[in-house]
């Protein structure tokens, strides 16, 4: 394992569930970041939090909710998604900026499935 | 300006052969750039990554090669071999600013045929 604990590793969910997904890490890091993986495109960036608090935001639709109480734990909390929503969603965590410059820590991932 | 490119996007190499990545940026302030592998099923982990200032980085059998007036850089895989089979992703991010987001290209398919 990487340090990055990702759960479920698969989700399938109907249109009109709500659900969340946990992403938990022990690294010592003070950023985590959710992104989101489709076949044949880039990485997508969803959500930045350094030390908690959320600094970037990219354009993500409100039906994905993240939430971040520490800077271990970081959730996406998902309602009324669309089938286009489904892929792979990775949440990696890192030093926050002026920190040691080592990358980034991925989990494994969620393989959501909308149905 | 945020983009990386990356190419190609499939690869076959036959065992023992080299097998080479491509990727360009536009954008000059980037200052950092890894290269991340992907094994089916599990999360990009990071495999080998460069400055800037230096023109090539080697860690056993993988080299970063960085252009840096051409704004290219490229992966090199010596004594490719069939484990090394993966996606591959370059990515370029920000070091010192205020930002910490790397920025990845669409990732390379390798398969090292036995």
């Known amino acids: 394992e990487t340090g990055v604990t990702q759960t479920p590793r698969h989700l399938v969910m109907g249109m009109t569930n709500k659900k969340s997904l946990k992403c938990e890490q022990h690294l010592g890091h003070n950023a985590m970041y959710w992104y989101k993986q489709s076949a044949k495109k880039p990485l997508e960036l969803m959500f930045v939090?350094?030390?908690?608090?959320?600094?970037e935001n990219n354009s993500v639709p409100s039906r994905f909710s993240p939430e971040c109480p520490n800077s271990s734990h970081l959730f996406l909390h998902l309602h009324t998604l669309q089938p286009e929503d489904s892929a792979l969603y990775l949440c990696?965590?890192?030093?926050?900026?002026?920190?040691?410059?080592?990358?980034?820590?991925f989990g494994s991932g969620t393989r959501l499935t909308v149905v | 300006q945020q983009q990386v490119k990356q190419s190609p996007q499939s690869l076959i190499v036959q065992k023992g052969g080299i097998s080479i990545i491509n990727c360009a940026y536009e954008?000059?302030?980037?200052?950092?750039f890894p290269w991340y592998q992907q094994f089916p099923g599990k999360g990009p982990a990071l495999l080998i990554a460069?400055?800037?200032?230096?023109s090539e980085k080697k860690e056993g059998r993988f080299t970063i090669s960085f252009n840096k007036s051409a704004k290219q850089f490229s992966l090199h895989i010596m004594d490719s071999q069939p484990g090394d089979s993966a996606t591959y992703f370059c990515a370029a991010s920000l070091y010192g600013g205020a930002t910490n987001k790397l920025i990845f290209g669409t990732g390379t398919l390798l398969a090292v045929q036995p």
């Open positions: 954008n000059t302030a980037f200052d950092y």
């Open positions: 939090y350094n030390f908690k608090e959320q600094t």
């Open positions: 990696a965590s890192s030093h926050s900026p002026g920190g040691p410059r080592y990358g980034y820590t």
């Open positions: 460069i400055r800037p200032d230096v």
